[in-house]
Structure formats: C-alpha cells, structure tokens
T-cell receptor
Framework: AQKVTQAQTEISVVEKEDVTLDCVYE???????LFWYKQPPSGELVFLIR??????QNEISGRYSWNFQKSTSSFNFTITASQVVDSAVYFC????????????FGTGTSLTVIP | DTEVTQTPKHLVMGMTNKKSLKCEQH?????MYWYKQKAKKPPELMFV???????INESVPSRFSPECPNSSLLNLHLHALQPEDSALYLC????????????????FGQGTRLTVV
C-alpha cells in the first residue's frame, strides 16, 4: 500500500499566484517524520522541511508554509507568490520510527510556474 | 557544508562494461544511501550503509554492487547492466547514531545519469 499519496501529478500556475501541494500519508506508527523535497531539473533533491508527529505547529519559511494536520493525515505545502524558480518536482516523504532511515516517497507533483 | 558530491554526472556504458559510481560527503554522516530514479518517478531505495556496514539491500540484482570504503565514501560498482537499468542514480547521506536510526533528513547529491546501451 502506498504510504504517501500526492494526488496532484502536475500543476501549472502563473507567476505570483499561490499554490498548494497536497500530501496525504498513512502509518500505524505513533512516532513518524514527514519531509518535503524539491527536485529541480538538475536532479538533486533539495531538503525543504522535516516535521515529527508530535509537532503539529504550522511552519512558515519565507514564501513557503506547511500545514500539518494529524486528524486528516495531511502535510500540505503552500508556495506564496510563486516564482519561475519554483518550477520543479516536489516530493513528500515519510519515515517511521521503527524503520529509521527508510524514506517512503510520494509520487511527486510537478509544478510549472509560467512567467 | 551540506554537500554530497557524485561522479561522474553522466555515464554511458555498454552491457558488457564494468563501471563505478562514486559518492563523497564530509558532513560526518554515518548513514549513506543509493537510490535509483526513473523518469517521472520517485526515488527508489537500493542500499543503505550504516557505520560503513550494509544495513539495507532492497533486493537489488547482483549486477549492482555497493561498497563503503570509509565513512565519507560510497561506491556503486556496475557490471553487465541491462538497458532498463538506465536511470538517475542518487546518493544521499544522513546523520546516524550507533544505538538506532535518527529519522533525520537526508542530503542528496545531483546524481549520475546512467545510460546503458
């Protein structure tokens, strides 16, 4: 079974629009960790954020914000005032306490920001 | 320094060739990973090394042979590959502790784009 679901395969927005990337996860562990990575065309996965299951506080970093809701098993990512440089594939990932350094990646959302 | 360096960036090899992919990090991370990524797919875990010992092998064919010579280096030896092995191979590293996993973020290299002809 897919542990991380990113239902949006591709999204296109016009520059300066806000966009939200959805991530829904599934786990039986009470302790788990959620991540977002950005993969530009160059190929490298760039780490954006890690949250643990005990910290439901939303986080803001510049134009990026994350909404973690355990009640709906979601960890959504919003980019405010999108820019062309935000064009990339974004992956949500999960690791569980009992499996440690094994990451379960979602299928990714390809974001295109049109100038 | 949060850099993971992979060489080469591109590699074309024949099915009878032997080649190696190299990965280096100087962040003091004791967990290192190899992932394989096909186009428009998420990365798939191949191997995990923890404290220079192979801890996870995701049933990878023996034509892929990992090696961790020291805590900073990770190699992937390739032999008799098939065209379907063409992919982006990503190396990553993360913090680790000897009493169990840390569930921390992994830092990735830019990958080696491998084409098998």
């Amino acid at each position: 079974a897919q542990k991380v679901t990113q239902a949006q395969t591709e999204i296109s927005v016009v520059e300066k629009e806000d966009v939200t990337l959805d991530c829904v996860y599934e786990t039986r562990d009470t302790t788990y960790y959620l991540f977002w990575y950005k993969q530009p065309p160059s190929g490298e996965l760039v780490f954006l954020i890690r949250r643990n299951s005990f910290d439901e506080q939303n986080e803001i970093s510049g134009r990026y914000s994350w909404n973690f809701q355990k009640s709906t098993s979601s960890f959504n990512f919003t980019i405010t005032a999108s820019q062309v440089v935000d064009s990339a594939v974004y992956f949500c990932a999960l690791s569980e306490a009992h499996t440690g350094n094994q990451f379960y990646f979602g299928t990714g959302t390809s974001l295109t920001v049109i100038p | 320094d949060t850099e993971v360096t992979q060489t080469p960036k591109h590699l074309v090899m024949g099915m009878t060739n032997k080649k190696s992919l190299k990965c280096e990090q100087h962040m003091g991370h004791r967990a290192m990973y190899w992932y394989k990524q096909k186009a428009k797919k998420p990365p798939e875990l191949m191997f995990v090394y923890s404290y220079e010992k192979l801890s996870i092998n995701e049933s990878v064919p023996s034509r892929f042979s990992p090696e961790c010579p020291n805590s900073s280096l990770l190699n992937l030896h390739l032999h008799a590959l098939q065209p379907e092995d063409s992919a982006l191979y990503l190396c990553a590293s993360s913090q680790e502790r000897d009493r169990g996993p840390m569930n921390t973020e992994a830092f990735f290299g830019q990958g080696t784009r491998l084409t098998v002809v």
